[in-house]
């Protein structure tokens, strides 16, 4: 299932993701038979790191859904691994399903507008800031 996610993804122009590049792509790397993530890699544009280099702010997921869609996760993802693990697979992906589409609307909302975001001090909302062009 693996080679066939990578190369399915190989077969994009363009691939978004929210931490794809320190998290999912070192997942998959060693299932990267072909070779395909060095490809795969010039193609994503990965939001956290975007905003990260933009504001040096770490900018969850959940946080972007909430402040900008007023829409959340539905799961904690700290609890995905165990979730996986006690066999409740369908809630798992049913879990990231939606973390793509929360994406997608965050994704396709900062093409036209600013992005909101939550400025913290040692892990302490300080203000509310937004993003200009936040994808480029």
């Known amino acids: 299932q693996e080679l066939s996610l990578l190369k399915t993804l190989n077969d994009f ?6 931490n794809v590049m320190e998290f999912d792509y070192l ?3 060693p299932y990267d038979k072909n ?4 490809s795969i ?6 939001s956290f790191l975007r905003i990260k280099e933009k504001t040096r702010q770490f900018a969850a997921l959940n946080d972007l859904g909430k402040l900008n869609l007023g829409l ?3 799961e904690n993802s700290k609890e995905i691994p165990k979730m996986w693990a006690k066999g409740e697979k369908k809630r798992v992906i049913e879990y990231c399903y939606n973390d793509v589409i929360l994406l997608k609307k965050i ?5 036209s507008s600013p ?3 939550y400025l913290k001090n040692y892990g302490q909302i300080e203000d509310i800031l937004s ?6």
């Open 115 to 117: 992005i909101k975001y």
């Open 13 to 18: 122009d363009l691939i978004v993701g929210h």
């Open 107 to 111: 994704y396709e909302l900062g093409l």
């Open 41 to 46: 890699t010039k193609k994503t544009l990965d």
């Open 27 to 29: 997942v998959l790397r």
């Open 35 to 38: 070779y395909c993530l060095p």
């Open 131 to 136: 993003i200009k062009d936040p994808w480029k």
């Open 72 to 74: 959340e996760k539905t």
